[in-house]
């Protein structure tokens, strides 16, 4: 098992980062929620989830997507479109439209002011505005809910259903037509917002009303607290008792301080650590092959789409390496401003939100030579 979560004073940002994944067998590397399996289990679709599909193991099998792009030329760029001003959730693309948690800093809604959670949702084909889902802030404060990080989970869509965690630790189902269709689906009718652009909650559980406060392993604190000691585990899930003892298969602790989900393909884990290093290490042995270092914090995770991996940094870099046990970096670029989420691949679009803003990137030029 590869642990990863931290303890942040935030719950709803402990649901948004916390990351497990399961050695089940050999090189394959599995969550919990893998017993369900996606549709599209090779990612060339819809993302419709945190990591594509069940097994959240940040892969992707999309080809023809851009290796290069400039957001201040917008070379390559599909689209771009406004977020608040500060965007941790990662994006999901499902059913024509693409959903990413922010803040209200955007006000897309003149009427709604003030700190709020917010859940956007543009369409994939063009970046038009549909709706948000609005959350009042706790009254707690930062004890529980940290001012201006606004929405950090990241949702989950099936059919015309979408889930997510607000900052408000509720666990909410909405329908992903907002109310554009004309409709007040229930059994929660009570919303106070009801115009064109606004959410249609089917239902809400409050986690903190119901349930209380989440058990989880931390390693180390959060990132306000900076870097730290960090570690890597792997553990056999088929083992009884104290599997921390029983269940070891490998302990790695080179590894700073992560709030990362690992990629894991063809018998390699990547993962990347809050000091500003990916690592590259055999899934069953814990032998590491390459560390690279990005020069600033990680918050997002690498992904590995078509043999080459992503990943963003707090300088709002974008490195692509290539896949395998020899490092070899083949582009870099930036996006203007950081780059707390991970980059998302969706039906031959890659989509990257920086602090404030949601990028569609595509490959333009063959785009223009079909016409």
Same mark, same amino acid.
């Given at each position: 098992m590869?642990?990863?979560t ?5 719950i709803?940002? !402990? ?8 050695? #089940?067998?050999g090189?394959?590397? #599995?969550? =919990?929620?893998?017993? +369900?399996r996606?549709s ?31 957001v201040?030329?917008? %070379?390559?760029?599909k689209?771009?479109?406004? %977020?608040?001003?500060q965007a ?13 948690g ?5 006000l897309?809604d ?8 917010i859940?956007?949702a543009?369409?994939?084909?063009d ?18 809910d940290?001012? *201006? ?8 869509v ?12 509720? %666990?909410v189902? #909405? @329908?992903?037509q907002?109310?554009?269709?004309g409709?007040n689906?229930? =059994?929660?009718?009570?919303?106070k ?5 606004d959410?249609d909650i089917?239902?809400?559980?409050d986690m ?12 180390g604190?959060? =990132?306000?607290?900076?870097?730290g +000691? &960090? ?11 104290d ?6 298969v490998?302990?790695?602790?080179? !590894?700073r ?9 063809? &018998?390699?884990v990547?993962?990347a @650590? ?6 590259? #290490?055999d899934?069953?042995t814990?032998?590491?092959y390459?560390?690279?270092?990005m ?5 997002g995770?690498?992904v590995? !789409?078509?043999?080459k ?8 870099? +974008?490195t692509i %390496?290539q ?14 401003s950081? +780059? *707390?989420?991970t980059?998302? =691949? ?5 989509? !990257? ?10 490959d333009?030029s063959?785009?223009?030579s079909?016409?």
């Amino acid at each position: 098992m590869i642990w990863n979560t931290i303890n942040r004073r935030s719950i709803t940002t !402990i649901l948004a980062f916390t990351a497990v994944s399961l050695l #089940l067998s050999g090189s394959c590397l #599995l969550s =919990p929620a893998s017993s +369900v399996r996606a549709s599209d289990p090779g990612g060339t679709g819809d993302w419709p989830m945190w990591g594509g599909t069940a097994d959240r193991n940040m892969v992707s099998n999309m080809k023809g997507l851009p290796t290069s792009w400039d957001v201040a030329k917008k %070379l390559n760029v599909k689209w771009v479109a406004a %977020l608040g001003s500060q965007a941790y959730g990662n994006p999901v693309v499902a059913g024509g439209q693409v959903y990413v948690g922010t803040n209200n800093e955007g006000l897309r809604d003149p009427k709604v002011t003030g700190d709020k959670g917010i859940l956007m949702a543009f369409r994939e084909s063009d970046g038009e505005f549909l709706w948000q889902a609005v959350s009042d802030k706790l009254a707690s404060g930062r004890v529980n809910d940290w001012p *201006y990080q606004g929405v950090c989970s990241s949702p989950l869509v099936e059919g015309n259903r979408l889930y997510y965690v607000t900052n408000r630790a509720e %666990l909410v189902a #909405l @329908d992903t037509q907002g109310f554009r269709d004309g409709k007040n689906d229930g =059994p929660f009718t009570d919303e106070k917002l009801k115009g064109e652009h606004d959410a249609d909650i089917i239902w809400k559980f409050d986690m903190m009303e119901e349930v209380g406060t989440h058990v989880y392993i931390a390693n180390g604190q959060d =990132p306000e607290h900076g870097e730290g +000691v &960090g570690h890597m585990y792997c553990i056999d899930a088929t083992k009884r008792g104290d599997i921390t003892k029983t269940g070891m298969v490998w302990h790695y602790d080179k !590894i700073r301080r992560s709030i990362s989900t690992p990629a894991i393909k063809d &018998g390699l884990v990547y993962e990347a @650590d809050f000091s500003g290093f990916l690592h590259c #290490l055999d899934a069953k042995t814990g032998q590491v092959y390459w560390v690279h270092d990005m020069f600033a914090a990680i918050w997002g995770s690498p992904v590995l !789409i078509d043999g080459k991996i992503y990943l963003g940094d707090e300088d709002g870099d +974008v490195t692509i %390496l290539q896949a395998g046990k020899t490092k070899k970096v083949l582009a870099e670029m930036n996006m203007g401003s950081s +780059v *707390y989420s991970t980059p998302v =691949p969706a039906n031959g679009v890659l989509f !990257i939100s920086n602090r404030n803003q949601l990028y569609a990137l595509a490959d333009m030029s063959s785009a223009k030579s079909s016409k």
